[in-house]
């Protein structure tokens, strides 16, 4: 039985286990999404959107889409993986189930559940009508496929006018117990007017005797004048690998800021899509990925810029070793009505391993004139003339690269509000790097 | 020359220039003084006919003629030339190529053939020693990369050029060193001669030292309060603005 | 008319095929309507091509018929019907005028404003002129000159009978039949085009041009070019003109082929001013061209092309950097007004090793045009010191219209250097105002600001042709702005 035809069956067998009422909207919803995914199946590379992508060694495995057992793993452990120098509020998943024994949640300004919880209790039925699954790309067909399994995952509401202090942790260990694992955690995140909160998401797994394929989806509505700071921390073990769909919408004077640091994992793909809907908006996209050996990256992104007076900055840099491949598709389209929109977007590359590739799309679609919008894409390597000069001081060579590839993507770094977030950050950096920082 | 009566105009349904009086003769320099915000700006954007602004009453003439309900580029064609406080810049496009088209289309307006290239070059030529310009910015992008100097120094030479009868300089002493300010303000005075006039608007005197105004006017909140001779400008300068209101 | 279908022409073949054998006295100017072998094998035999051409475009129509029309481009159009068109028209010849009294007085005012001589505006509408500018005699110079130094130009056609072994070398290995759905098409059906061979080490003396190209007529709906410049040599090439193209065939796919040998350059420059179809956007030419050169060692080809004419452009002028060293550069300019859309750009593919490439699009998009720049730049992995620098600039006039950049980077060697810039931009009101302020009118402003823009495209091109481009950009955007 390929891949395909065990979802499809595992989604009869899912509907049988009655989680979810069968006359509800989510039903709708999941039948829909999974005859969407019927339909096109997985993507293949003669997709546009795929074209540089293929998940076909991906799909050669034998996943199981629910975990046959129930892992519970020793704090000490895993401690290293979690920001544990300072307080957060920590929601933990193991392959897929929730960690009540790890996680660390509040109800203060907040409501945090389960997502199979928040589309089942009464409780939610409103807000989950509103916003669950209503800005994802119904063409996606990995989107779908997680819509129609989605009880996995976290449902985050942040109350009006709450800042909230500590960051929130969302990690998902996957134990790498079963032969091979289908993940597909689902998060719902809203933040209602004038709230702050700030969210770090890693997906983390804890040992190479098997495979574990993530495909997650996370919808984040951002209310009026609502500042969001997002980070993903993508530094998984080598067998793993993430299919990450990340949906946004914004509404006026709201602040959303998404970094994604992917240095880990075999193959990773992160779609994020942004729709601004509403003025005086602020979307910030920022990405750094260093690769090494066979590994893979592609950052699709796309900005909608549907009403007037809005930014988008968006920051992707990327250094490849060795044979490893990177993709940059991004995507900003500013609406006719979008009037004095500033949208800007960079890719700066460094090839350094004789067989590493980077594909770069950097694409403007735009339909209004009062706009200023700009894209740069460069590829190269480290400056011959900056190596010697650091070499002729008493630098190593070896330092001096790693130095200069460090200042590379440090204006990416910089943009990291939380300090101990950025101390790990820098110090995954040298290690993949492969150099002695002086911090 | 010009003659400007119970001129109202504003942008958008707010009136800046609330009823402005001027008459200013061939041969004459007049300079406007006045605090930020008073209008003074905005008074040679409307003369110039510049469309962001609405004229809700009163008339402007030039040498008894409206000039209303002209354009912009009739406006330049008649004889009026505003130098810019903030030149625009125009990528790719040179500034002997600018002025050459500028000059063609007034002599076209006038009935006259393109002046010959041969013609063209030694006016070009003759002006730009006037205002002391290097000739590498003539053949560079208009004003792309220019310093605030070299901008208003090309300002004057497109006014040597174009010899209008009225030359309205609009803030041309910001953003101006010493060496420079006298460039121009040189370049101006060899322009000035009985059949034409300038009018200075200026937040400061000391452009005023070397365009000698026969007349001073000071604009505060869009209207002329006060006029005088070149001492008035000394005053304001001592005393400051506060002293009219 | 009614039309003339297959199945008359099968009848009247039946007929006349005893009386004078088969296909051998087709004397009727234009063949029915419709593709199949039978119409590729007419053509063929029009031509009187010799039979491996014949089955070259047999082969062509195999592959064709197998192939979708893409769709991927930014346009949208309504597909042609393949079967309603007539693929062979012989020249009609022009019908001889007394005076330029007689012609079209729209065309005359245009050629006006393009400043082309009263001379030249007889002999493209065919009056009669004098024996000073007789073309005959200038081309007969041409002939001349070029032929002194083994310089080959003429029709395809003519090329096919006299030189087989270099069109059969080269003809299809830059573009093959199976490249794309409109390359399949024209090379089952070409009936036209120029062919030019520049020997080792010979510098062709002048441009080289399809205006003065010896016994054309008319420029047909297939054009076919072939050129190739042998080792060390060096030749300058001109397309089109600005003159307005008015032309009753709605669908032309052209291909172009130049091969640049060892050390050698050439110089393609292109003006395309095809009927654009009205201001509501009825009518217009769709032009899908491929066009794609080939550089050895050291050769150097430079595509640069002012396009302001068509309904719809699909166009992607290209360079295969195969040999070291050698040099692709794409200059462009796209003017869109009214209801036009054109998706053109070009692909730099970098084999060799110190390969360079640059590519500057300038697009200007005005009333409800669509422009679209579509470019690849490929660094395979034996490209060592590839470099690459692309800028594409984007002009809009008004908020009706759109402008996009697909640029397709790919990059598979370590030391190649890439750079991609693109801006967006508007005129401003300030802009307009401050030309206006020294006595420049807002559309002779327009014009001034969009050929600043332009500029660095414009700077390609050889002189006259640069002159009479300028103008047609700013009659190109004439009424654009209110």
């Not at chain 2, 290097?134 to 174009?162: P, T, V, W, Y």
């Not at chain 2, 060899?190 to 000391?206: D, G, P, S």
């Not at chain 3, 020249?91 to 729209?106: G, M, T």
Request: with cysteine; proline share 3%.
């Amino acid at each position: 039985m390929d891949l395909q035809e065990k979802i499809l069956t595992s989604f009869l067998q899912l509907e049988n286990k009655g989680i979810i009422d069968l006359d509800s909207n989510i039903h709708k919803i999941r039948e829909k999404a999974i005859n969407a995914f019927k339909k096109t199946g997985f993507p293949t590379k003669k997709e546009e959107e795929w074209k540089y992508t293929s998940l076909k060694k991906l799909l050669k495995y034998d996943y199981s889409l629910f975990p046959t057992n129930e892992n519970t793993i020793e704090l000490k452990n895993v401690k290293q993986h979690l920001i544990h120098e300072i307080d957060s509020y920590k929601i933990v998943f193991i392959d897929g189930v929730y960690s009540s024994y790890l996680s660390d949640t509040t109800h203060e300004g907040m409501d945090i559940c389960l997502m199979s919880s928040a589309l089942k209790k009464p409780k939610y039925k409103m807000i989950i009508d509103h916003y669950f699954d209503t800005i994802t790309n119904k063409k996606d067909s990995i989107t779908s496929l997680n819509t129609a399994f989605a009880i996995q995952g976290a449902f985050i509401h942040i109350k009006k006018n709450t800042i909230v202090e500590k960051p929130i942790q969302l990690i998902h260990f996957a134990t790498n117990t079963e032969k091979a694992l289908l993940l597909q955690p689902r998060n719902l995140i809203i933040v209602d007017e004038n709230s702050h909160v700030r969210i770090v998401e890693k997906h983390q797994g804890l040992n190479n005797d098997n495979i574990t394929l993530t495909n997650s989806v996370t919808e984040i509505f951002a209310n009026k004048r609502a500042i969001i700071d997002y980070y993903k921390i993508q530094d998984d073990i080598e067998n793993n690998s993430l299919l990450d769909q990340t949906y946004i919408q914004q509404k006026d004077n709201s602040i959303v800021t998404i970094n994604t640091f992917s240095f880990g994992g075999n193959t990773t793909r992160n779609t994020l899509e942004f729709h601004q809907n509403g003025e005086h908006i602020d979307s910030n996209l920022n990405g750094i990925t260093i690769l090494n050996k066979k590994q893979h990256v592609d950052n699709h992104t796309l900005v909608m810029h549907n009403q007037p007076n809005c930014e988008s900055h968006e920051l992707y840099k990327g250094i490849y070793a060795d044979s490893a491949t990177g993709v940059f598709n991004g995507k900003v389209i500013v609406n006719k009505i979008a009037q004095k929109t500033n949208a800007f977007q960079q890719n700066n590359n460094i090839l350094l391993g004789d067989k590493a590739t980077i594909n770069s799309k950097p694409q403007l679609e735009i339909f209004a004139d009062d706009v200023k919008c700009s894209h740069g894409c460069t590829i190269g390597q480290l400056d011959e003339m900056a190596l010697f000069y650091m070499q002729q001081r008493g630098i190593s060579k070896k330092e001096a690269q790693g130095l200069l590839l460090y200042a590379f993507g440090n204006d990416v770094v910089e943009k990291i509000a939380i300090p101990e977030l950025k101390y790990r950050i820098t110090k995954l950096i040298a290690q993949k790097l492969n150099v002695k920082l002086g911090f | 020359m010009l003659k400007i009566t119970n001129l109202h105009a504003g942008v958008e349904g707010t009136e800046i220039l609330k009823g402005i009086n001027l008459e200013i003769k061939a041969g004459e320099v007049h300079a406007i003084m006045g605090p930020n915000g008073s209008g003074k700006s905005t008074l040679s954007s409307v003369i110039a006919g510049n469309e962001t602004y609405e004229v809700s009453q009163g008339e402007i003439l030039l040498n008894n003629e409206s000039i209303l309900d002209d354009a912009p580029d009739v406006r330049s064609h008649k004889g009026v030339f505003m130098s810019f406080q903030y030149p625009v810049e125009i990528p790719g496009v040179t500034t002997t190529n600018f002025i050459k088209t500028a000059i063609n289309a007034k002599r076209s307006y006038l009935g006259l053939d393109d002046l010959p290239a041969k013609d063209m070059l030694k006016l070009i030529k003759e002006k730009a020693a006037l205002l002391e310009m290097d000739r590498k910015f003539l053949s560079r992008s208009l004003n792309q990369g220019f310093s605030g100097g070299e901008k208003k120094r090309n300002e004057i030479f497109q006014m040597a050029m174009l010899a209008p009868k009225l030359a309205i300089l609009d803030e041309t002493d910001s953003g101006l060193d010493i060496d420079a300010l006298k460039i121009v303000a040189n370049g101006v005075n060899k322009l000035k001669n009985e059949n034409n006039a300038v009018l200075v608007i200026t937040h400061y005197q000391r452009l005023l030292d070397y365009i000698v105004p026969d007349f001073v006017h000071v604009l505060h909140n869009g209207k002329i309060v006060k006029s005088g001779g070149k001492e008035l400008a000394f005053e304001l300068e001592e005393k400051g603005y506060d002293w009219l209101k | 008319m009614n039309k003339y279908t297959e199945e008359d022409l099968k009848k009247e073949l039946q007929n006349q095929e005893y009386e004078f054998g088969f296909y051998s006295d087709l004397n009727s100017e234009t063949f029915p309507i419709g593709l199949n072998e039978d119409v590729i094998r007419a053509i063929s035999k029009k031509k009187e091509e010799p039979q491996w051409m014949t089955d070259w475009r047999l082969d062509a129509f195999k592959i064709w018929k197998e192939m979708d029309e893409p769709d991927w481009a930014n346009v949208n159009y309504e597909k042609p019907d393949f079967q309603s068109i007539a693929y062979y028209s012989a020249p009609k010849k022009k019908e001889k005028l007394d005076s330029l009294d007689q012609v079209d007085a729209e065309l005359l005012k245009m050629y006006a404003k393009l400043g082309i001589s009263i001379n030249e505006q007889k002999r493209m509408n065919n009056v009669a002129m004098d024996i000073v500018v007789d073309s005959v005699s200038v081309a007969t110079t041409f002939k001349k000159t070029l032929g002194e130094k083994g310089i080959l130009f003429m029709p395809i056609s003519e090329a096919i009978q006299k030189h087989p072994e270099l069109v059969k070398k080269y003809m299809g290995t830059i573009v093959p039949k199976k490249d794309n759905f409109y390359a399949a098409l024209n090379s089952a059906v070409f009936t036209d085009g120029s062919f030019c061979y520049i020997p080792k080490g010979v510098r062709c003396p002048m441009e080289l041009s399809t205006y003065f190209r010896i016994n054309e007529g008319g420029t047909g709906q297939f054009e076919r070019t072939l050129l190739i410049a042998d080792e060390g040599s060096y030749v300058s090439y001109l397309e089109g003109c600005t003159a307005p193209s008015r032309d009753e065939n709605q669908l032309h796919a052209a291909v172009v082929e130049l091969i640049a040998l060892d050390d050698a350059e050439i110089k393609y420059s292109t003006v395309q001013n095809w009927y654009p179809g009205n201001s509501e956007g009825l009518g217009g030419v769709y032009n899908f061209v491929t066009k794609r050169a080939l550089c050895e060692k050291n050769a150097k080809v430079s595509w640069t092309q002012v396009e302001t004419g068509s309904a719809v452009t699909w166009k992607y002028p290209s360079c295969i950097l195969k040999g070291d060293n050698s040099v692709g550069e794409f200059y462009s300019i796209a003017v869109t007004n009214n209801h036009q859309q054109a998706d053109t750009g070009t692909k730099m593919i970098h084999l060799g090793k110190n390969t360079k490439s640059t590519i500057i699009s300038k697009g200007v998009s005005a009333g409800k045009s669509q422009n679209s720049y579509r470019g690849l730049v490929h660094i395979g992995s034996r490209a060592d010191n590839a470099r690459n620098f692309t800028q594409c600039d984007s002009l809009l006039m008004g908020n009706n219209c759109g402008a996009h950049t697909f640029p397709y980077i790919e990059c598979k060697n370590n030391s190649a250097q890439l750079e991609h810039e693109a801006t967006t931009s508007k005129i401003g009101e300030d802009q307009l105002f401050y030309c206006n302020q020294r006595g420049i009118d807002t559309e002779k402003a327009i014009a001034l600001i969009v050929n600043g823009f332009s500029k660095e495209v414009l700077n390609k091109l050889p002189m006259e042709f640069a002159v009479e481009a300028r103008k047609l950009l700013e009659i190109s955007l004439e009424g654009s702005v209110g």
